[in-house]
């Protein structure tokens, strides 16, 4: 519910994101395809309506909004974000994940808890997975100390909270915190949700592009404890030997 003045709590004040919003809703809503958005939200198990922009119109029309507008600061990000988040249709976070990416450099470790909301928030993969690898993999990798953050993660009782912790380091590549993403995926193993499962094997595969041999020892050494699914995953790229 909006507040007395009708500003929605818990969002920071933000004239750029306003202006922001107000532009993509005008664009967004003139472009709209009922027909493919019905396609859209079929393909995505209809978790949100679509408005039905596919993607290269959809950049087209993002690139639109945002030029010329001021650099943002982490409110104005935050603000944006969960804004966007407010609108039912799933472009419009898919708007806030890519602002998100672009302006991460420019947040610092209070931009968290924001994205947790995100995460949390109408979840699925479309969002979750760039919110891990492209806002959260920046945060921590700034601020180190926000690994602990990501071993409670790991323990969440929201998969999609343990899916973000275990995909947060896919771009990490030669600066991957090994012991924290084979502890994190060792915690994990026996995890009932498919995402949680497809997270641990991707995890696992995107680091075996910097150490196969560690990947491939690590699934050795876990045996039956990792699902057929993570371990088939994990190894995919993987020559057999």
Known sequence: MPSNDGHPPGVPRSPLADALLERLTEAYAAAANPVRAAAMAAYMKNVAPFLGIPAPLRRELSGAVVRGAPEPGEADCAALALGCW????????????????????????????????????????DTVDLLAAHTVGPLVAADPALGAVMDEWIEDE?????????LHQLRRKGSTDADRLFA??????????????????????????????????????????????????????????
């Open 86 to 125: 407010r609108l039912p249709e799933r472009e419009y976070q898919y708007f806030a994940v890519d602002y998100l990416r672009r302006h991460v450099p420019r947040c610092s470790s209070n931009l968290l808890p924001v994205v947790r909301r995100l995460v949390v928030t109408v979840p699925w993969w």
């Open 184 to 241: 994190h995926c060792r915690r994990r193993a026996g995890h009932p949700d498919f995402f949680v499962r497809k997270a641990v094997g991707w995890s696992l595969r995107e680091y075996a592009r910097t150490d196969p041999d560690a990947v491939r020892a690590f699934v050795a050494a876990e045996g039956d404890r990792l699902s057929p699914l993570s371990a088939r995953e994990a190894l995919r790229n993987l020559p057999r030997g």
């Open 158 to 166: 929201d998969p999609w909270i343990v899916r973000t912790a275990l």
